[in-house]
Nanobody
Framework: QVQLVESGGRLVQPGASLRLSCAASGPTFGDYTVGWFRQAPGNEREFVASINGNGRETHYSDSAKGRFAISRDNTKNIVDLQMNSLKPDDTAVYYC????????????????????WGQGTQVTVSS
């Protein structure tokens, strides 16, 4: 079983950078692909980025591509999401999730269900 705790969310101005962290517990963290998702008020939860167990395979949404970078350190059981050039549209609760899927399959996780989810961290981009 994997437990996930997100941190790093806060209020920032447009154009700023922010780094979110997802800390995991569990002895087999390296067996899991981890994804970042976000949900804004009134919207469905949407995929942002994912990284496979050994960190060699990543996948990004179109809105994240070129601005966000996902990385992981399996020695520390942490997956980070570096977000640059933030926009007001990036405002949402950000969640990390883990499952034994490929990085490319993670966008379907909110629809199919299952896996492990954190409690979320709020990111607000506003002047």
């Amino acid at each position: 079983q994997v437990q996930l705790v997100e941190s790093g969310g806060r209020l920032v101005q447009p154009g700023a950078s922010l780094r979110l962290s997802c800390a995991a517990s569990g002895p087999t963290f390296g067996d899991y692909t981890v994804g970042w998702f976000r949900q804004a008020p009134g919207n469905e939860r949407e995929f942002v980025a994912s990284i496979n167990g050994n960190g060699r395979e990543t996948h990004y949404s179109d809105s994240a591509k070129g601005r966000f970078a996902i990385s992981r350190d399996n020695t520390k059981n942490i997956v980070d999401l570096q977000m640059n050039s933030l926009k007001p549209d990036d405002t949402a609760v950000y969640y990390c999730a883990a499952d034994q899927w490929t990085a490319q399959a993670m966008p379907y996780m909110p629809v199919i269900g299952g896996g492990y989810w954190g409690q979320g961290t709020q990111v607000t981009v506003s002047s």
